[in-house]
């Protein structure tokens, strides 16, 4: 069974900087993408960045393109999301992403 744990969301104002963390369990790790979504209130799950079981990031959604970055350490079996110059808009809880498989989320608010 695969088993998702993000951490690393905070409440941050504009112009912040966060990083996600996600650490998978129970898949074979450094053969499979992973990826992170996001869901604000009233609004669709959002695909925000993908990445390939070598590291090379593979999707950004254009909303987060030159300001988010994805990366994954296969010796850990974690996969990060480094989030700079944060804005409103990018509130929202953040789950990753196995196949099918998501994490509980971990939330993060961009408020002055």
């Known amino acids: 069974e695969v088993h998702l744990v993000e951490s690393g969301g905070d409440a941050v104002q504009p112009g912040g900087s966060l990083r996600l963390s996600c650490i998978a369990s129970?898949?074979?790790?450094?053969?499979?993408?992973m990826g992170w979504y996001r869901q604000a209130p009233a609004r669709e799950c959002e695909l925000v960045a993908t990445i390939s079981p070598g590291g090379v990031p593979t999707f950004y959604a254009d909303s987060v393109k030159g300001r988010f970055t994805i990366s994954r350490d296969n010796a850990k079996n974690t996969v990060y999301l480094q989030m700079n110059s944060l804005k409103t808009e990018d509130t929202a809880m953040y789950y990753c992403?196995?196949?099918?498989?998501r994490g509980q989320g971990t939330q993060v608010t961009v408020s002055s």
């Open positions: 992403a196995q196949g099918q498989s």
């Open positions: 129970g898949v074979d790790f450094e053969r499979t993408d």
